[in-house]
């Protein structure tokens, strides 16, 4: 299990609630705050251990009485309202917060949250990623769940089933690392195991792969054990 650690989430909109929920799944200690107290009532109270703190976060003072600077991650959700975003940002810049999330209403959003210092990679615009996952899933019809891409690579999931890999190490099943592809990482009955070539596969790994989008299809086609060999 993952090492647990703290966030906060300001805002409680579908994407902030989506990584709460993904969260708590994980066992992770969640605070999550907006201004809206019904609505945070209404949505949290599906969740097993997430906080919930009625709070305006364009309030500086505010933030700092609740000790935002001590989380792990702050993810601000605020996506809609771009105004409040930016100067919950700015607060929490004030306020030493090294590890911030956003969620970006559009790409003017983004450069002004890039301008003040937020990395690139911290900064996710939801409809433009979905975008890009559905057209390279489509476009490289690929048979599987495509978690993210940068347009040449993308991480995917794949769960062992079949019994031809099944025992076999990945050196075995022609799965040793190459320059098309390489296995990330095992996720096994809870755990997480970082293979080599000696891993033998087991039935139910779910397999995290990094790979070009134009050989997903033949890793699953392998893993499947219904690739013909040229």
Do not use: W
């Not at 994407?15 to 107290?37: C, R, Y």
């Not at 040449?152 to 592809?181: A, H, M, R």
């Amino acid at each position: 299990m993952a090492k647990k650690k703290s966030f906060a989430i300001i805002g409680s909109n579908f994407f902030g609630l989506s990584v709460a929920q993904t969260l708590d799944e994980k066992k992770q200690h969640i605070k999550m705050f907006d201004i809206n107290e019904e609505k945070l009532n209404l949505y949290v109270s599906e969740f097993d251990s997430v906080e919930v703190v009625v709070l305006d976060s364009t309030n500086k003072s505010a933030l700092e009485r609740n000790g935002i600077s001590q989380f792990d991650c702050v993810i601000v959700s605020l996506g809609s309202n771009m105004e409040s975003s930016i100067l919950t940002v700015l607060n929490l810049i004030d306020l030493g917060v090294e590890n911030i999330i956003v969620n970006a209403r559009d790409r003017r959003h983004k450069r002004i949250l890039l301008a003040l210092g937020i990395s690139e990679d911290k900064v996710i615009i939801p409809d433009v990623l979905a975008g890009k996952l559905i057209a390279t899933k489509t476009l490289f019809d690929i048979d599987g769940d495509v978690q993210s891409t940068d347009g040449e690579y993308s991480f995917t999931n794949i769960v062992v089933k079949e019994e031809q890999v099944i025992d076999k190490t990945i050196s075995e099943s022609g799965l040793t690392t190459n320059k098309d592809f390489n296995i990330v990482q095992i996720k096994r009955n809870g755990k997480i195991v970082i293979p080599d070539e000696y891993t033998a596969l087991k039935e139910d790994d779910v397999l995290v792969v990094f790979a070009k989008n134009n050989m997903i299809n033949d890793l699953i086609l392998k893993i499947r054990g219904e690739l013909e060999e040229e």
